[in-house]
T-cell receptor, first 112, second 113 residues
Framework: NSKVIQTPRYLVKGQGQKAKMRCIPEKGHPVVFWYQQNKNNEFKFLINFQNQEVLQQIDMTEKRFSAECPSNSPCSLEIQSSEAGDSALYLC??????????FGAGTRLSVL | GEQVEQLPSILRVQEGSSASINCSYEDSASNYFPWYKQEPGENPKLIID?????ERKQIQELIVLLDKKAKRFSLHITDTQPGDSAMYFC????????????FGQGTVLSVIP
């Protein structure tokens, strides 16, 4: 079983609502990634952190998402105003280094 | 940024035969190539990886090959079993920086008993 814990497993929101998901990385892993996997199973990188600092993020994340990885608290990813196109599986992954990623079970978001 | 192409998108093989999935990448700086297996409703699980200082790596029935000159790498599953049926993703990244993994489009493998 994955040691990366994501909550909730399922999230249903209406358009325009906020959608927040959380991730507890594997203990001792300083690097955290968020990916979006769409209905075609395509992976889209959203943002990554090393400790509490953002390393990289795409434009969409910067404009529409709020993300953080505070010390001693779960990491979080929040869509500020959900759109139908945001419906997807959101995967959190952690790593000791920036390459080998271990994924959590994901949060499946449905925007109605 | 890096682009990874993965083929085939669908692969059906008879139990006991071999299955091969091929990937190509564009960025010559990429030096780490993992493979993930994802079963329906599950998270992607790392099954094998290879770094650019190797050409071949084997873990039990899984073999990965890397051709840096051609910028291609491949996964070969020997003696396939029904439990190998899943979606498989290749990925590539360059270490030494904070670069993200770029994934291929995925291959749905079905092993027919």
């Amino acid at each position: 079983n994955s040691k990366v814990i994501q909550t909730p497993r399922y999230l249903v929101k209406g358009q325009g609502q906020k959608a927040k998901m959380r991730c507890i990385p594997e203990k001792g892993h300083p690097v955290v990634f968020w990916y979006q996997q769409n209905k075609n199973n395509e992976f889209k990188f959203l943002i990554n952190f090393q400790n509490q600092e953002v390393l990289q993020q795409i434009d969409m994340t910067e404009k529409r998402f709020s993300a953080e990885c505070p010390s001693n608290s779960p990491c979080s990813l929040e869509i500020q105003s959900s759109e139908a196109g945001d419906s997807a599986l959101y995967l959190c992954a952690s790593s000791l280094s920036p390459d080998t990623l271990y994924f959590g079970a994901g949060t499946r978001l449905s925007v109605l | 940024g890096e682009q990874v192409e993965q083929l085939p998108s669908i692969l059906r093989v008879q139990e006991g035969s071999s299955a091969s999935i091929n990937c190509s990448y564009e960025d010559s700086a990429s030096n780490y190539f993992p493979w993930y297996k994802q079963e329906p409703g599950e998270n992607p699980k790392l099954i094998i990886d290879i770094r650019s200082n190797m050409e071949r790596k084997q873990i039990q029935e899984l073999i990965v090959l890397l051709d840096k000159k051609a910028k291609r790498f491949s996964l070969h599953i020997t003696d396939t079993q029904p439990g190998d049926s899943a979606m498989y993703f290749c990925a590539a990244t360059s270490t030494g920086g904070n670069n993200k993994l770029t994934f291929g489009q995925g291959t749905v493998l079905s092993v027919i008993p």
